[in-house]
């Protein structure tokens, strides 16, 4: 039987992952879901949302790369960003770097995980919360976006996994990513995590896969391995007009020599690399032929 001092993350109905749990730094039911942080024995701090691990100290840096600069640099000289959740503020911090870089606009539904994240993630945000360039709003980011006329150069989707039960579910489907799309400015982009593809559980991803490619012309999924969630991780790019595989070197070269900071994981090589499908998933994206709508 499992102590107390244990972690039990489920990936899978048959499957799970197990952390030593070395302090408890927040735990609370919010309106909206169970927030914890942890520190945990292999990777330090972690944000658990209902159960699932969102990022973790030792590779968050990974994680947020590969979700923000593959976007940022394919758009090329981004001033505006939408991002929806991203509420430990990496996501922020992450498209900070860019000297272009006029407005971060952050909507997360949950202010508690935020402020939360603000006391126990410094690691994370870096203060990036207190540039003068960003503002944070708590609220519904369908509803923001539905009801507001502001358009963006990239849009950056960090929201939980589309669990039936939890507040992203609405987050993921056609008539959203439609919402999306009108608000793009010309060359504009968008990205979503998009769950596990790992050979026994990819299907949410070549669902969300193909309801984008329902509403956008250029469409690349990708992925990369983030130790902390046990599995291989996917994403998804989509415009009316970029492709990220359309720059050729010199240019890949240049567009990344202007992120400032030193970067622990994207380089040009990486940006190539993770486009790279295996068989098994390119497979499933050709054959996958449902959608999520409202």
């Known amino acids: 039987m499992l102590g107390s001092r244990w972690f039990l993350e489920f990936t899978t109905d048959k499957e799970a992952s197990l ?3 070395e302090e408890i730094l927040h735990a609370s039911e919010t309106a909206y879901q169970r927030l914890e942080i942890m520190k945990l024995g292999s990777y330090g701090k972690a944000l658990i949302l209902d159960g699932k691990l969102q990022s973790a100290e030792s590779d968050e840096f990974i994680y947020h790369e590969t979700l923000v600069h593959p976007s940022m640099i394919t758009q090329g000289s981004p001033e505006k960003v939408l991002i929806a959740g991203g509420g430990e503020g990496a996501t922020i911090r992450e498209c900070l770097r860019y000297p272009s870089i006029k407005k971060v606009v952050m909507v997360d539904l949950d202010g508690e995980v935020v402020e939360a994240c ?74 979503t995590q998009a769950t596990t593809v790992s050979t026994n559980n990819y299907q949410a991803f070549s669902i969300i896969h193909n309801t ?4 956008f012309p250029i469409v690349r999924g990708y992925w990369t391995s983030v130790p902390s969630f046990f599995v291989p991780w996917g994403f998804i790019f989509a415009s009316n007009e970029r492709d990220p595989l359309s720059l050729d070197n010199k240019e890949l070269e240049r567009r990344v020599s202007q992120i400032s900071g030193d970067l622990r994981f994207y380089n040009p090589q990486i940006h190539r690399s993770v486009f790279s499908l295996p068989n098994y998933l390119k497979t499933a994206l050709e054959e996958e032929t449902r959608i999520n709508s409202d």
Not at 138 to 155: L, N, P, Q, T
Not at 212 to 215: G, S
């Open 19 to 21: 952390h030593y749990i």
């Open 118 to 191: 603000k006391v126990h993630l410094n690691e994370w945000h870096r203060g990036a919360f207190d540039d003068t360039r960003v503002e944070v709003y708590y609220e519904d980011a369908r509803r923001f976006i539905r009801e507001s006329d502001e358009k963006y150069d990239v849009i950056i989707l960090d929201l939980p996994e589309p669990m039936e039960e939890g507040p992203a579910i609405m987050l993921y489907t056609r008539e959203f990513y439609k919402e999306v799309s009108d608000h793009l400015l010309p060359g504009g982009v968008m990205v």
């Open 212 to 215: 984008i490619e329902t509403v």
